[in-house]
T-cell receptor, first 114, second 112 residues
């Protein structure tokens, strides 16, 4: 069965610092991987996704992630944090026959200090 | 604008009462999903539907029921059998075969 592990329930950075949110996955088939962002009391918004092809994926708001099969990882990065990046971030992997479902990690809350 | 509409955004219920959460989409997506979100536990799948008049249980279906009579609508009923129903509920629909989900704004249910 597919699963996702997000290391660190909270990550704190200063404005302008590098953002690194970690995600490791487990999948018996080539995975489709996703990062979503959630602001308080709102739904989830897609940041970026990896399906096939280029392993470095660029998303919205300056975020990017790299698929590393050898490390079973899909870490999310942003070179310079902004106050507006403070939110909860979820990594997810497609699962089920025909990738019918998404399995989510437990989330990482990003705190950005001035 | 195309999207997913969930209602109500906030709902209070007394113990022992059933409550139905609405989810409507105008994205013309075939598949729809209900997730439950609790602090520190991420999103857990309750039910999903790949096509009209068909749906499958997710990981935590006990105490919940759904229907899919129309492509646009996928309501979730939280029954009195759900032991801990206070949570944030998210509805989503799926585009194509890549697994990407589009989410509504969520409904927060509080049992008093």
């Amino acid at each position: 069965a597919q699963s996702v592990t997000q290391l660190g329930s909270h990550v704190s950075v200063s404005e302008g610092a590098l953002v690194l949110l970690r995600c490791n996955y487990s999948s018996s088939v080539p995975p489709y991987l996703f990062w979503y962002v959630q602001y308080p009391n709102q739904g989830l918004q897609l940041l970026l996704k990896y399906t096939t092809g280029a392993t470095l994926v660029k998303g919205i708001n300056g975020f990017e992630a790299e698929f590393k099969k050898s490390e079973t990882s899909f870490h999310l990065t942003k070179p310079s944090a902004h106050m507006s990046d403070a939110a909860e971030y979820f990594c997810a992997v497609s699962a089920g026959t025909g990738f019918q479902k998404l399995v989510f990690g437990t989330g990482t809350r990003l705190l950005v200090s001035p | 604008d195309g999207g997913i509409t969930q209602s109500p955004k906030y709902l209070f219920r007394k113990e022992g009462q059933n409550v139905t959460l609405s989810c409507e989409q105008n994205l013309n997506h075939d598949a729809m999903y209900w997730y439950r979100q609790d602090p520190g536990q991420g999103l857990r799948l309750i039910y999903y539907s790949q096509i009209v008049n068909d749906f499958q249980k997710g990981d935590i279906a006990e105490g919940y029921s759904v229907s899919r009579e129309k492509k646009e609508s996928f309501p979730l009923t939280v029954t009195s059998a759900q032991k801990n129903p206070t949570a944030f509920y998210l509805c989503a629909s799926r585009q194509g075969n890549t697994g990407e989900l589009f989410f509504g704004e969520g409904s927060r249910l509080t049992v008093l």
